[in-house]
C-alpha cells in the first residue's frame, strides 16, 4: 500500500513538473502555428519623436491606417484614397516649404514589410527571439485576470551585430513571455538597456522597451498590438520615440 501510494506521489510530481515545462509548451505551440490561415485586418500605427531638449526639440507625430491581407499570395497592403491624398498634399507642402509638418509620410516609414511580418505571423518572429536568447525561469503569473505563466530570458550582447556592441561598456537585456495552459503566447516584453563610450570622450546610453500582445486566427499566431520605445543619449543630443501599432483582423 505505501509502494502503491509512493508511486502514486511519484507520477503526480512528474505530471506536474511536465505541466510546468512552459519553454517546451511554448515551442510546441510556436511549432503548430504554421500561418496557413488567410487573414485580412486592419493597421493602424502612431508615431511620435522627440529630438533635443528644451527650446532647440523638435517633435514629430505620425498617424496611418491600412489594410493588410496575409495568404497563400503573400503580403498584401492596401492604402486607401483618404490616406494617398493626405500623402500627395503633404509631398506638395514640402515641396513649397521643407519644414512643413508631413505626419502621414511619417507614420508610412514604420509600416514596410519587415514591420508588418512579424505581426501577420508573429509565431516566426517569436520564435526566433526565443532561439537567440537564454532560458532562465518560469513562474505562475496573470494576464488580463487570467492564470498564466511566465518564462524569462536573459538577451544575450552577441545577438547585437558588431558595429552595434563596438563601444558598449554595459549590456543587459531580458526577454519576457506570457503564456496560457498549451503554450499559446498571449504577451511579450523586451528590454534591453545599454551605455558606453566612443572616440575616448563621447559617452552615450540606449534603452529599448517593447510589448507585444498575441491573439490566435486558425492555426495564424497575430501580434495584435505592438508599442515600442526608444530613448538615445549621446555626444549632447537626446532623442526619444513612441510607437504603437494594433493590428484587427475582420
Known amino acids: 500500500m505505501r509502494v502503491i501510494h509512493a508511486l502514486g506521489l511519484a507520477a503526480a510530481v512528474l505530471c506536474g513538473a511536465a505541466r510546468a515545462d512552459g519553454l517546451a509548451d511554448l515551442k510546441g505551440a510556436l511549432g503548430r502555428m504554421q500561418a496557413h490561415t488567410p487573414v485580412k485586418a486592419t ?14 526639440a523638435e517633435e514629430f507625430n ?4 491600412i489594410t493588410v491581407e496575409d495568404g497563400g499570395q503573400g503580403l498584401r497592403l492596401q492604402y486607401p484614397r483618404d490616406l494617398l491624398a493626405r500623402l500627395d498634399a503633404e ?74 556592441r563596438k563601444h558598449l561598456k554595459e549590456f ?30 563621447v559617452s552615450f546610453e540606449f534603452r529599448q522597451e517593447e510589448q507585444c500582445t498575441y491573439a490566435l486566427s486558425g492555426d495564424r499566431l497575430l501580434m495584435t498590438r505592438n508599442e515600442k520605445k526608444i530613448f538615445n543619449a549621446g555626444a549632447g543630443e537626446k532623442s526619444e520615440e513612441r510607437m504603437v501599432r494594433t493590428l484587427q483582423a475582420g
Do not use: C
Open 43 to 56: 493597421l493602424e500605427t502612431r508615431t511620435w519623436r522627440k529630438v533635443g531638449e528644451g527650446k532647440e
Open 62 to 65: 505620425g498617424a496611418a491606417t
Open 91 to 164: 509631398n506638395q507642402g514640402t515641396a513649397k516649404n521643407p519644414n512643413a509638418k508631413t505626419p502621414t509620410i511619417y507614420a508610412l516609414r514604420e509600416v514596410g514589410p519587415d514591420d508588418l511580418r512579424p505581426m501577420t505571423s508573429a509565431a516566426e518572429a517569436l520564435a526566433r527571439n526565443v532561439e537567440r536568447t537564454v532560458y532562465k525561469s518560469e513562474k505562475p503569473a496573470t494576464h488580463n485576470g487570467k492564470p498564466a505563466r511566465l518564462l524569462t530570458f536573459s538577451v544575450p550582447i552577441n545577438t547585437l551585430s558588431d558595429r552595434q
Open 172 to 201: 543587459e537585456g531580458t526577454l519576457e513571455v506570457w503564456i496560457g495552459a498549451e503554450g499559446t503566447p498571449l504577451a511579450s516584453r523586451l528590454d534591453l538597456h545599454g551605455s558606453g563610450r566612443a572616440f575616448v570622450v
